[in-house]
């Protein structure tokens, strides 16, 4: 993203004001007295003159009634902060339960919704499926009734290492029903990813699949998740749910079919059976203690390895949902660390039940005839967020197995159309991928059912951005490009979608969010336009309550920097106008010669020119300077890779941003290692260049491009 006094100064979209006077926000401020967004941040944050609790207080208590988030035994107070915010215990003495907000009052018999469709779900192959909250619930029911019957009770933890088919979702709800802790594992990762997350989150039941599509090919997984449990240990119970039509069929009759009967439309494996099988099998037959499956080559170990057809199938579909304590765990949800192991960042029944359904209501103006997508897993913090948001409200929510390029680069774009979606969000990465392959791929669909696009996961850069306004979005629906994180569940910074917008901004807080920027002793400077630490200084009912690995590396990680302000590590900035933007990780800062700058500044020049496609900006030692730039880049397809080029782009950074800052090299590769959420991972860059130890790389989609880094160093 470049910087936000250059090419992001001006206002490119202004809502229609039919449209933001219909919005859900719109109509909280007329029913409170509230006359703009910087008063409605203050009323939702702050003191109030007359009134006996302070914003936060007052606000995260109306909005439980306001948004209807039901209760079983109402809350004592707000909030207990005796012990600071760092351990602000919210809503104490209530008890409720996720599972009841998202599913069970919606599927009620005499409920409107009990026949509305909560999921939308499309396979990468053109399978589809329309599932209602009466089937969700159903199901629900079902994995919460297994659960039981394994020995699983309140406070254990239950691992999803899934495909996105629909029965994840009624796994997750399952483990809401009856108090178990949800473990969402990312259906990309390794054994190693995944051996680390079952070992420290120590989950005695883990559900998994055969596998599942992409790209038109099947991605097996039991053999990894067999491979993971055999070094981690712990998972006693593994539930399998065929996708890929691996099961054995009894008496004649197809495998699969007999899973997903209880929904109402095609089996999600009956098309999907290939013939050749042998990585799986292969693998299954190094080891002494797997077996194949009845004739299957899927690996198998006999005393705990079940199908889902044979076990959670079979189960009663009534369930008593357990009324819980508000500060119950709901989820424990893994964000990658900078050293050492993935951090388990512990979420509660009413924090993240509170947050996301605020978040999808008010930024993403959630209606009743919605159709919702976000390309997203369920290992991701945006999956569980997108469904329980969106769930709350009994809305419907669109599911996506495959690759977005498959079989061609405008499926998504083909499948907005064809299903009439009216928000989508996607990361930057993706943006930019699918710009690449050429306007046509959009404008030959109709978009025109999107009402609001939304995007996370790392800065944007201007030219995408406004790509994806114009030729997305017809420059009528606002980007609500949001920034906050795993450790809340939600968002510290989200633009309403009544406000105007610069490209890339963040807009600024989001309700209720108490959040600032300062420099480096703490002092705000967010009024000054310059250039600081994003921080908190609250909390909010959703913010971690520790890491599951305990209190202190939590404290470490996010309060230690300065007394009482969470340091979330972005690097921000407020602009004159009042818009926030974000420049990287500040972890990630370039000091060269006593001035820092942002990588992502950096990077947003490179990438103006008219060759490169991506770029990224890390700091190396110098004896002269201290820290000295070092960037990787990404060229347009068909570009040579020359020296002249480089010149160009050494010059091009030394005339935006000073010679101090003129990259020392300019290295070409054909991809930078990432996250699978898009972030781009500098700081294994940074260490791949230095020849030292890049760290806990668990979370990286395409370890492959690490060796390219290592190759052009």
């Known amino acids: 993203m470049a910087s936000a006094d250059t090419t992001t100064d001006e206002v490119v979209h202004e809502p229609d004001e039919a449209f933001a006077e219909a919005t859900n926000v719109r109509q909280f401020m007329r029913e409170y007295g509230i006359d703009d967004y910087e008063t409605l941040i203050e009323r939702t944050t702050t003191a109030v ?54 599913l069970d009052r919606h599927a009620a018999s005499d409920s409107e919704r009990r026949n509305k469709v909560a999921c939308l779900w499309e396979g990468e192959p053109g399978d589809e499926r329309h599932v209602t909250y009466h089937d969700l619930a159903q199901q629900t029911n079902r994995v919460a009734n297994y659960l039981e019957s394994v020995g699983v009770e309140t406070g254990d933890t239950v691992g999803l290492y899934m495909p996105m088919v629909p029965e994840v979702i009624s796994i997750l709800y399952g483990c809401f029903s009856v108090g178990a802790i949800a473990v969402p594992i990312f259906s990309g990762f390794g054994t190693e990813a995944t051996a680390t997350r079952i070992a420290d989150s120590a989950c005695s039941v883990l559900f998994t699949a055969d596998g599942f599509y992409r790209r038109g090919s099947e991605v097996t997984l039991k053999d990894t998740a067999d491979e993971a449990i055999e070094q981690a240990g712990h998972v006693e119970h593994t539930v399998v749910y065929d996708r890929l039509g691996s099961r054995p069929a009894d008496d004649g009759e197809s495998a699969s079919s007999g899973q997903t009967a209880e929904y109402d439309d095609s089996a999600s494996g009956d098309q999907a059976a290939t013939e050749d099988d042998s990585a799986s099998g292969g693998q299954a037959a190094e080891s002494d203690a797997v077996e194949t499956s009845q004739a299957t080559s899927v690996p198998w170990v006999p005393d705990r390895d079940a199908w889902w057809s044979d076990t959670v199938a079979q189960q009663d579909d009534a369930y008593d949902t357990k009324s819980l304590p508000a500060d119950q765990e709901s989820m424990l949800l893994y964000s990658s660390g900078t050293t050492g192991e993935p951090k388990g960042i512990v979420h509660t029944h009413a924090g993240v039940q509170v947050q996301c359904a605020k978040e999808i209501h008010f930024g993403f103006d959630q209606k009743p005839s919605d159709r919702f997508f976000w390309v997203s897993d369920i290992g991701w913090m945006m999956g569980p967020w997108t469904l329980i948001g969106n769930h709350t409200f009994g809305g419907t929510v669109f599911v996506y197995e495959g690759a977005p390029d498959y079989p061609q680069p405008d499926r998504f774009w083909e499948m907005i159309d064809r299903h009439d979606i009216t928000q989508f969000g996607i990361s930057p990465t993706a943006i930019r991928a699918l710009r690449k392959q050429g306007d046509h791929w959009v404008e030959d669909h109709d978009l025109s059912s999107l009402r609001i696009l939304g995007s996370t996961g790392e800065p944007w850069d201007p030219e995408s951005w406004q790509w994806f306004y114009e030729q997305v979005g017809d420059e009528r629906c606002p980007i609500v490009n949001i920034s906050g994180g795993t450790e809340i569940c939600g968002c510290f910074l989200m633009p309403m979608p009544d406000q105007p917008l610069k490209p890339c901004t963040l807009g600024g807080p989001g309700l209720g969010m108490d959040i600032d920027i300062v420099d480096s002793s703490g002092e705000s400077v967010a009024d000054t336009g310059e250039r600081g630490f994003l921080v908190a200084r609250d909390s909010c009912p959703s913010t971690t309550k520790s890491l599951w690995s305990g209190d202190e590396r939590y404290l470490s990680e996010y309060w230690s920097t300065w007394d009482d302000l969470w340091d979330h590590g972005d690097w921000a900035q407020k602009d004159d106008d009042g818009f926030w933007f974000l420049h990287g990780r500040a972890d990630d800062a370039l000091n060269v010669a006593g001035r820092k700058i942002g990588p992502a500044e950096i990077e947003g020049v490179l990438m103006d020119h008219d060759d490169v496609n991506r770029a990224a900006a890390v700091g190396v030692p110098d004896d002269t300077t201290g820290t000295a730039v070092v960037t990787y880049v990404v060229t347009e397809e068909g570009v040579a890779e020359t020296d002249e080029l480089r010149t160009e782009l050494t010059e091009l950074v030394g005339e935006e941003h000073g010679k101090p800052f003129r990259p020392r090299e300019v290295l070409f590769v054909e991809e930078f290692p ?38 052009a160093s």
Do not use: C
């Open 674 to 711: 990432k996250t699978q959420s898009g972030k781009i991972i500098r700081r294994a860059i940074s260490a791949v260049y230095a020849g030292e130890d890049p760290g806990d790389l668990s979370s990286m989609e395409n370890p492959e491009a690490l060796e390219a880094i290592r190759e």
């Open 49 to 102: 003159e007359g009134e006996p609790a302070s914003g936060l207080d007052w606000f995260w208590d109306e909005i439980v009634d306001y948004l209807g988030i039901e209760f079983d035994e109402p809350y004592d107070t707000v909030r207990d902060d005796s012990d600071g915010p760092q351990f602000t215990d919210w809503y104490p003495g209530g008890k409720l339960n996720l599972a009841h907000n998202v």
